[in-house]
């Protein structure tokens, strides 16, 4: 299992995969069940659909570590369009975004100023989460997310639990009254900065949202699919007191739609978070890596 997550991982940084596989109809036909399309108005259709459903959404336009000091504008540009895109909506969506995406590579400053401008046009109803990327990144992330949140509210952060430094991160950021979004984490770590068995990834992250909802003011985001984790956190925040809306649970678009209906019909903060645009391919492998299970829909396809 763990060779087909390393396979799928390093197949997500090859450029012949990347350049190749995207032109291939099942290869095609099987992201679609995880991308609504590759479009602003496919992601609002398909947010839509889930305001339907009681359920609130979060958008991130796919791409990463980009080259040149204009594209990483064009993707501030893009989600400036996007947020006017979004007053067709009715509950307030927020975004998510690559700090790589907006220009991390090539200069800091350049970064921060995009970064800077999203928060402001978000507005103080709306955060801005800030995603994770792999390890090397995490200082420089950290340290830009604290940076902004001196300076605006309705930033957030997301955090890793597959990384051993994750709860001493916690500690230092908790006196900002941070927004923080949780995951298990979906690069690939050495076994000396991340634990490599997926029990004890999962127990940290059990840790960790204990953790968060011990943070006061904290705002919290537990974003796992994983079942018996959300079931175990539903029942630490009743046993902490906690009302049921005051985090909330986040999922990918296409995976665990009925989980992501339960929590929303039982009246938690049921959210999804919905991925959309022409750069899908390392995304979309790492989405496979998770569970490789998801290779067999590919080959269905390819039949
Ligand atoms: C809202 C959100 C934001 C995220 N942001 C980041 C980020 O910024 N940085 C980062 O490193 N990672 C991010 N991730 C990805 C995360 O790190 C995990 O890789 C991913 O969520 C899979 O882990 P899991 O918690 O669902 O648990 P797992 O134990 O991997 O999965 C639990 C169960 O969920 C189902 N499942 C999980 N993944 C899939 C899939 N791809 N296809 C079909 N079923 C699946 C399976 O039934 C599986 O048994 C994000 C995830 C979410 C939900």
Redo the contacts with the bound molecule.
Sequence with gaps: MSLARDLLLAGAQSRFLRETAPKLPFVRRTVAR?LPGEEIPDAIAAAKALEAQNMRV?FTRLGENITQAAEADAVAAHYLALFDAMDELQRRPEI?V?LTQLGLDLSVAQCMENLSRLIERAGCESIV?I???SSEYVDVTLELFKRCKRKYPNVGL?L?A?LYRTAKDIEELAPLEPAI?L?????KEPPALAFPK?AD??EN?FHLAGRLFRTPKATV?V?????A?IRRIEKLSAELGRDQRSFCF???YG??RREQLRLAEQGWDS?V?IAYGSYWFPWFM???A??P??VWFLVKNLL
Excluded: P
């Excluded at 995951?183 to 690069?187: D, E, F, I, L, R």
């Excluded at 974003?223 to 079942?227: F, L």
């Design positions: 995880f979060v998510s690559k989460w995603d994770m990327e997301c890793q597959y979004r995951v298990k984490g979906a690069y997926k990834v999962d992250f985001v974003a796992t699919h994983d079942t984790l986040t999922m990918l995976i665990q959210r978070l790492r989405r496979l998770e569970r299970a998801n």
